[in-house]
T-cell receptor, first 113, second 109 residues
Framework: NAGVTQTPKFQVLKTGQSMTLQCAQD?????MYWYRQDPGMGLRLIYY???????DKGEVPNGYNVSRLNKREFSLRLESAAPSQTSVYFC????????????FGSGTRLTVV | SQQGEEDPQALSIQEGENATMNCSYK?????LQWYRQNSGRGLVHLIL?????REKHSGRLRVTLDTSKKSSSLLITASRAADTASYFC?????????FGGGTRLMVKP
């Protein structure tokens, strides 16, 4: 099925560990995004990539890095995980760099202990 | 910074009733979108309304937009148990799409 695929679905990390969340889309979308969702906070944008080869900070970028590996793939890296990064992470993609209807992945539930 | 806020935060209705959710936002927009999120799943795009539109329909969904009041509403008619989900409004802010905190809708069979 066409869409956005995220891996892993669940992860538990110890404080200070690092990990990379993977995201791939097969809809030929130009733009890709990483959001985090915390209870009562809605979704907050971490980083986005308007097109292949570009990345920009969103609302809450501290503690994260991203890589737009190619048009299909956009990864999110936590270099030194902290308990405050416990959250559900969603990757999304959209057409043409404009916010006209995003397609979301099913999420990665991350717990940092 | 949250651009949009939904009201109410939670809504419980009986199957067959209509559900209305409201969204208020802060700055001028060129479009507003509504998304649904089922428990434990990603968000699904429902409908987009442009700033020059006042009302839009999609199946049992009706969305209105009042740019003078900076507000939008989502009406789900003849609700079903399967409509139980969280509903979010989203508005562009620069290159970002920002989301409100959502309305949790429960439809009781």
């Amino acid at each position: 099925n066409a869409g956005v695929t995220q891996t892993p679905k669940f992860q538990v990390l110890k404080t200070g560990q690092s990990m990379t969340l993977q995201c791939a889309q097969d809809m030929n979308h130009n733009s890709m995004y990483w959001y985090r969702q915390d209870p009562g906070m809605g979704l907050r944008l971490i980083y986005y990539s308007a097109s292949e080869g570009t990345t920009d900070k969103g609302e809450v970028p501290n503690g994260y890095n991203v890589s737009r590996l190619n048009k299909r793939e956009f990864s999110l890296r936590l270099e030194s995980a902290a308990p405050s990064q416990t959250s559900v992470y969603f990757c999304a993609s959209s057409e043409a760099g404009g916010p006209y209807g995003y397609t979301f992945g099913s999420g990665t539930r991350l717990t940092v202990v | 910074s949250q651009q949009g806020e939904e009201d109410p935060q939670a809504l419980s209705i009986q199957e067959g009733e209509n559900a209305t959710m409201n969204c208020s936002y802060k700055t001028s927009i060129n479009n507003l979108q509504w998304y649904r999120q089922n428990s434990g799943r990603g968000l699904v795009h429902l409908i987009l309304i442009r700033s020059n539109e006042r009302e839009k329909h999609s199946g049992r969904l009706r969305v209105t937009l009042d740019t003078s009041k900076k507000s939008s509403s989502l009406l789900i008619t003849a609700s079903r148990a399967a409509d139980t989900a969280s509903y979010f409004c989203a508005t562009p802010l620069g290159n970002m799409l920002t989301f409100g905190g959502g309305t949790r809708l429960m439809v009781k069979p």
